[in-house]
């Protein structure tokens, strides 16, 4: 059967609980043969929890910000304006060369695409091992955080939840928690690292970094 070209879906700014909901609900009724999809959002302050979480990890400073328990995986993290976030409703049991995807092929090709982003903007990414998301590779921001990736895969193989990369926020809330668990982590973003950036551009960049990844079917824009 061919594979239907993968949508990109634009939901501009938008909660994070009905996002959650609709990812869902996609899943839930998704068919052997429903297009893969990728949804671009921005979302409003906002911690999740990943299945394993400890609220220990949510600190002084975090009571004036929603936090919603989510069924993805890995600990908490923070979502809020500037930041681009890519959900990624996939069949990893199909691409356009006519294999799959295990799980951890997909995570890395996700980081992968993280990295190529980055380096279009002359930022230079790395994988730290046993901590999933793209540290910041070289000079006095070494280690520091600027993507994170949260993910759920069904027995199916059909995943949901995705992605994030900061753009150029407000860094203040993620002083307030442990994110993803390590205590004294630092988180950056684009716009610190000295590259100001349409936070569209990067959208856009993303998600067509992604596609070509993974090797889905060439997408659709909505």
């Not at 879906?9 to 994070?16: D, N």
């Not at 921005?42 to 929603?66: K, M």
């Amino acid at each position: 059967m061919p594979i239907q070209p993968a949508v990109i879906r634009h939901l501009g700014q938008a909660e994070y609980e009905p996002t959650f909901a609709a990812m869902r609900a996609f899943t839930d009724a998704r068919q052997e043969d429903t297009p893969d999809e990728l949804w671009i959002v921005e979302h409003p302050p906002v911690y999740t929890l990943g299945l394993g979480a400890n609220r220990g990890h949510l600190l002084a400073g975090a009571t004036s910000i929603p936090v919603v328990q989510t069924d993805r995986g890995g600990e908490v993290t923070f979502h809020g304006p500037g930041q681009v976030v890519i959900y990624l409703m996939m069949d990893l049991r199909r691409n356009k060369k006519g294999g799959k995807l295990y799980a951890r092929q997909f995570v890395n090709k996700i980081e992968e695409a993280i990295i190529n982003v980055l380096a279009a903007y002359n930022l230079a990414g790395e994988r730290i091992e046993g901590a999933p998301g793209i540290y910041i590779a070289n000079g006095p921001k070494k280690g520091a955080k600027i993507a994170a990736l949260g993910l759920k895969v069904r027995g199916n193989g059909c995943t949901y939840h995705g992605v994030s990369l900061n753009v150029g926020m407000d860094l203040a809330p993620f002083t307030w928690i442990n994110p993803c668990g390590y205590a004294g982590l630092e988180t950056i973003d684009m716009r610190s690292m000295g590259v100001d950036v349409p936070l569209a551009d990067v959208q856009q960049a993303l998600a067509n970094e992604l596609v070509n990844q993974l090797h889905v079917a060439e997408p659709e824009l909505t």
